[in-house]
């Protein structure tokens, strides 16, 4: 199950603010209706909160390992993405923070969700 | 015909504002005037009302039964996007919801409708 | 020749402003000058007016024999475009509505002609 | 050489105000300084004036043969553009006129000339 | 060596404001480090002042000598960049001027240079 | 290890503002944790001080030492970006500098990441 | 309707053996069952007799008024397609010859048709 | 007029048989039956005789100035492209020889003439 | 000029038979009747003899320096891929070898040479 | 250095004949002349022995690591083929094996090099 135990961080590396995105193309988790396997690209972007202020960085095979204990979980897509948002935020505190998920197809049907923490730059507010 | 009692909902799973989007690829219903087939691709983005307000999604599954009850329908192009947009706000309620049709060519012809609840967000008014 | 009186509409089915869009592929019409025959792509864009005030959509199968009818007429690009705005306004009084003609090559020169009727949302005045 | 007077035109169909694009793929001239031949695409895009201002539209096979009177005269691809964007203005006198010519390389080097008659609306406004 | 004494111009046929741009793909210089060939497109873009004001054009034949007049010569892509600009802003005096310089791979690393001259319109102000 | 002193750099070549773009596609450094290879692509962008304010540009070859500097540096990706912004800002003091790493996926995940110094002008705020 | 007497030709400039391809994008006839227009790209491909067999070539212009007098023809796609090999056959009395004809979609279905007069040498068998 | 006397030709320099090709996209000459131009992209491959034979090549700036003598021309497709490579083979009596011409559309007609000399090897026998 | 003594080779690692292939983009040398600068691409294909024939490999470094060293040399087309296939074939004494020169377009016609030694493999004797 | 120790295989789990295709994105050793990093693309295609027959297949990750031990070898592109085609047929033992690898540009030059083990089936002969 979702375990955000799994996600460390290290100190963000400078004062300066700057922008990271982390693409991951190969999520799955399980569909609560029906039981079948979903899977995901989801896209993570972020700016950390300044060295001076203590902020920090996700580690991404850390992430990776999160994003994997959602393999068996049935959980909706919307749960997905405000979890995922919501576990990340709790992790970095980060100035803001965006999750967007594109689903492949089930039943004919392709899903997009997006999530954000705080106040977006303008240039970011796109659906992709 | 078109049933809107299939269509299931469950509580959204934040406070924090998100949109989603569904996008269903294998559409059909009947032309009313010639009795052939229509095929369409069917957009659906919204944004759900905040869980502090009892604010809802649409369940997958149930939205694919939903749209698979026009198969049969015959019905205009206009009227499909209008009463789908009406039955998904009656059925959530949410803060705004898009509509928007495509479908394949008949005598020569492809459409295109779109339909709208409440203001739409600058970069989400975009025809496609 | 153009036959308006082909064209049937029917009632708007909400209240709820929406945009239609039909993109005809196979319009052909005669050239006035030389006798032969011209072939275009027509894009009609258009706002109905609400269900309230008696708004109407133009039926699509009534638009396809309307537009057969310019096969054998000897008519301008121009004046193809201008008719067939004039023809839709008067048959549906429309909110908004737009028509953009593609012509294909004649003696290496293509074209494409748009006619507005009342005032186009900033996102539809392209060209295309 | 460049004949004005092969411009013919006819009455603008409509009061209301609308675009028409022509573009010609195949126009030659010859280069002034080496006699070399040069190619060009001439983009035309203009509004007439509206019929009740007695404003016209050029005719097109009169402007297929505008063109090909280029054929053999030696001139550069700066006072093409220009010259037809004199010519076209004189024809016709429309709301807005702009001239666009993109020349096949020659050395290595291919240019794209732009030269506009009144004030062009702002999405006419990309250099291609 | 860059010699801009190969530069001619004529004067600029029209006392209307128009845009001329030359894409010469076939630029080639010298390292000044490693004496290696490089490898660039230059794209000028340019308004001539006007005719009254006795406004001139390059001659394009006389642009493709000059750019070849660098063939030779060790230079960096900075100073090809702005030597260019410098040396046809002098031939010209022109109401603006932009060079932008694509310079291929060396050492997997690929680069682009601008240029500018006066204040450059702002949909000229792309990168490209 | 990454080695700052091999940036060299030479007097920029003019008192007119200008911007220089370095996109180096076979970048090289070892994660860390798990000492596997990482992969990135590394798009420096940046507008150098003014001739008479004794502004620099960095010399194309060293950049390319001082890339291959991070070869079996074992170093997180927001340390690569931030580390180069800091040296290439030290070592040129430029009037704005933007560095965008994009890293091939590793566990399915690919990262982009991009650090500024300075205002960055509108036009190249975008995140590739 | 079809007028072989439209099919003029001319002496083969040559008795080297030659191919010739004619390739029509604009044909359109009527569907004799519902009287709707039809839509084709017609390929003619062939070899003229040698001259010094008083081999002979299809005029250009006169073969697109021989295409042109189908406009209003109600016919099946095969009999066009085996209608216009027979006259051209006649008029020609080629080496060997092919017509290929690709139609629009009606009702959601396309279709090609191919036949042939005498041997068609082995790379020319492809359907398209 | 076309003038084979422009031609020029240049002793080959190998005896060991190697094949060339020139590809030419700004052929224009004159339709009989109209006037209007014709424009056309030339492909010309041979393989010219070993130098022990006396084999030799064309020019390519005499190629040029060759073609360039059909512009103002009357003359069928058909005979451009027998005409062209009779001239050749009679120039330069070479191995084998092999022209395409690719004509752009004329009343939505476009076409594509195929001439040899002597056997083509079997993997220059498609079309185009 | 073309110096083959800059070419180096080192003994093949191999006794097996394999196929090398080396494609430069940025050959450059002068036109020798309009001293104006040609640009290709050279493609060199090659099988080197077995080791314990002595088989040799060129040296990838020498080899760019060959290729520049046509950079100021007037020759035709036809004898830099003649000269560059005799120049590798005696630098290395090939199983086979196949050179490939592309050229950009120089007065509308751009250029393809092919020049082969031995037998050339049949999946290699395409023209590109 | 380039360590074939690392190579683990495993049983191969048929008697049927099958295919497997590793392609490595992330290749990079260093050039011996200049030392400068080299990056490769690197694939593998292989036919296993039966199980009959005690035929392997390679353990992915140990081809990773395997792979990575070239990461500062000093080695010609032709060596590194030649070694992994050596290297992987001694810890195989396939009934035959293809190396392909593709070199980025250094130079201005491109490379693939090619490396068989016993017959390759005709469908697996291209170059790429």
């Known amino acids: 199950m979702p375990d955000p135990s799994l996600l460390e961080s290290f100190p963000t590396p400078s004062d300066t603010p700057f922008v990271i995105e982390h693409i991951a193309e190969e999520f799955t988790s399980v569909c609560p209706k029906t039981g079948h396997p979903d899977f995901a690209t989801i896209t993570l972007r972020y700016q950390p909160r300044p060295a001076r202020e203590q902020g920090v960085c996700v580690e991404l095979k850390s992430l990776k390992l ?8 049935g ?16 992790a970095m505190n980060p100035t803001w923070l965006q999750i967007i998920t594109h689903w492949k197809g089930r039943g004919g049907i392709r899903s997009i969700i ?8 303008p240039h970011f507010r796109a659906m992709t």
């Open 66 to 73: 999160y994003y994997q204990s959602f393999r068996n979980e």
């Open 114 to 121: 997006r999530a954000d923490h705080n106040d977006i730059p």
């Open 75 to 90: 959980i909706y897509y919307e749960a997905v993405t405000n979890t995922i948002r919501d576990h990340l935020v709790h």
